[in-house]
C-alpha cells in the first residue's frame, strides 16, 4: 500500500484558484463520499484551509493514487485539468509522510509555527473516520504527524514565550536554584514589571495563533 498527497497552497497557486477549490465543512462529507467512490483509493483525507487545499490518499500504487486524486479534483469541480494540474504538487511514501509532519507542525505555514493548521489537520482527519474512509496507514501517519507537531510546539512556544520576556526585559532563569536566589531579590515594582511583561507576551502568542 502507498501514501500520496496532491495538493496546492499559497506558494503554488493564486487564491482564486485555491478558492475555486475549496472544501468547506458543510461539502466535506459528500465530496470524501465522490472520492470514495473511485475505488482506486483505500482511504483518503480532504484538508481545505484558506492557504491550502491537500488530499491524502492510499493505494496499491502511487502512480494510481496520485492519478485518481487528481482527477478526482478536476471532475468535483468540472474544471479542466489543464487548468489546475500545473499548480497541483504530489508527494509519494516516505516524502508524503515528511510532507504531512511539516504541515501539521506548522513548518510549512504562512504563519510559520502556528498552531491553527494542527486542529485543521485533526479535524479534517475526524471527518474521513467519520466517513469510514481511514486505513491503518493513514491512522499511523496522522497519529504520529500530531504526535511530532504536538512535541514541536511545546519547544517553540517555550522559545517564543522566553524570547518574548527576553524582549521586554525579563529574564527568567532556567535553573531552580538561581530562580530561587533572584526571587528574594524583586521588588514589588520588580513583580508588576514581570507579570506586565507575562501578559503582553502571552497577547502576542495569541495575536500569532500559537495558544488559543
Avoid: W
Avoid at 58 to 78: L, M, P
Avoid at 169 to 180: K, M, R, V
Amino acid at each position: 500500500m502507498s501514501f500520496v498527497i496532491v495538493g496546492t497552497n499559497h506558494r503554488y497557486s493564486p487564491v482564486r484558484l485555491r478558492e475555486k477549490i475549496f472544501f468547506s465543512k458543510k461539502r466535506l462529507q459528500d465530496a470524501l463520499d465522490f472520492l470514495k467512490e473511485t475505488g482506486a483509493l483505500k482511504a483518503g483525507v480532504i484538508l481545505s484551509t484558506c492557504n491550502r487545499v491537500e488530499i491524502y490518499g492510499c493505494a496499491d500504487t502511487t502512480e494510481i493514487g496520485a492519478y485518481e486524486i487528481k482527477s478526482f479534483v478536476s471532475r468535483y469541480y468540472e474544471i479542466d485539468g489543464k487548468d489546475i494540474y500545473p499548480y497541483l504538487y504530489i508527494y509519494r511514501d516516505m516524502d508524503a509522510t515528511r510532507h504531512l509532519f511539516r504541515v501539521a507542525s506548522g513548518l510549512d505555514s504562512l504563519i510559520l509555527g502556528g498552531m491553527q493548521i494542527l486542529s485543521q489537520v485533526k479535524a479534517a482527519f475526524c471527518e474521513s473516520e467519520k466517513n469510514g474512509f481511514v486505513d491503518y496507514l493513514l491512522n499511523e501517519a496522522f497519529d504520529s504527524a500530531v504526535s511530532v507537531a504536538n512535541r514541536i510546539h511545546r519547544v517553540e512556544l517555550f522559545k517564543r514565550f522566553y524570547h518574548g520576556l527576553l524582549d521586554r526585559g525579563i529574564y527568567f532563569s532556567p535553573f531552580g536554584s538561581e530562580a530561587d536566589f533572584l526571587s528574594t531579590t524583586h521588588s514589588d515594582e520588580d513583580i508588576e514589571k514581570t507579570i506586565g511583561a507575562v501578559d503582553e507576551t502571552v497577547k502576542y502568542l495569541r495575536r500569532k495563533s500559537l495558544i488559543s
